[in-house]
């Protein structure tokens, strides 16, 4: 089983759209989560990390489910230049390596 | 703002040849990675690093994968024999704490091609 899985998309929504995203995690002892953001042949850049008691930033919401061990993403009125590729990440807590998930691709349509 | 610096940004190599590729850490942080991004699929972990040695190598990171802090600033990635599908973009990421505790800050990228 992957250590990280989401649904790859694409989600293709229209400006001031509210879009989720949905990530699982396989390894109940993961202690850190976090959503980056990457844009076409760029590198990924630190979204928001992702606390158990979920959190928001701007139009950006996060949330963790340890019982599920599901992590969600809420976007909220989506701009054109929110369009781009979520990464969901996660640590296990016991070492240095974060797993990626293979990412969602959203774009905003005019 | 401090970043992460990678050479070179692209680099073509025959198969069997070694490549280098070149990073410069956040001058203040301890943990170094090394990641791979094979076109279209997603990000791998290869290796991480702390205290000038390796703490963590995913199954990717054979005996054809090196890695060095030369000197204070530098942390390189060595593939000793390239093969085909060594092609990706590699990242670097360093990191100011452990355990994933700390955001990661990547460079932009080396795009290796082997022909």
């Known amino acids: 089983r992957k250590e990280v899985e989401q649904d790859p998309g694409p989600f293709n929504v229209p400006e001031g759209a509210t879009v989720a995203f949905n990530c699982t995690y396989s390894n109940s002892a993961s202690q850190s989560f976090f959503w980056y953001r990457q844009d076409c042949r760029k590198e990924p850049k630190l979204l928001m990390s992702?606390?158990?008691s979920g959190n928001e930033d701007g139009r950006f919401t996060a949330q963790l489910n340890r019982a599920s061990q599901y992590i969600s993403l809420l976007i909220r009125d989506s701009k054109l230049s929110d369009s781009a590729t979520y990464l969901c990440?996660?640590?296990?807590?016991?070492?240095?390596?974060?797993?990626f998930g293979t990412g969602t691709s959203l774009t905003v349509i005019p | 703002e401090p970043e992460v610096t990678q050479t070179p940004s692209h680099q073509v190599t025959q198969m069997g040849q070694e490549v280098i590729l070149r990073c410069v850490p956040i001058?203040?942080?301890?943990?170094f990675y090394w990641y791979r991004q094979i076109l279209g699929q997603k990000v791998e972990f290869l290796v991480s690093f702390y205290n000038n040695e390796i703490s963590e190598k995913s199954e990717i990171f054979d005996d054809q994968f090196s890695v060095e802090r030369p000197d204070g600033s530098n942390f390189t990635l060595k593939i000793r024999s390239t093969k085909l599908e060594d092609s990706a973009m590699y990242f670097c990421?360093?990191?100011?704490?452990?355990?994933?505790?700390?955001?990661?800050?990547f460079g932009e990228g080396s795009r290796l091609t082997v022909l």
């Open positions: 990440v996660v640590n296990r807590g016991t070492g240095n390596q974060f797993y």
């Open positions: 992702v606390y158990s």
């Open positions: 990421a360093s990191s100011d704490r452990s355990g994933g505790t700390g955001e990661l800050f």
């Open positions: 001058s203040n942080h301890l943990y």
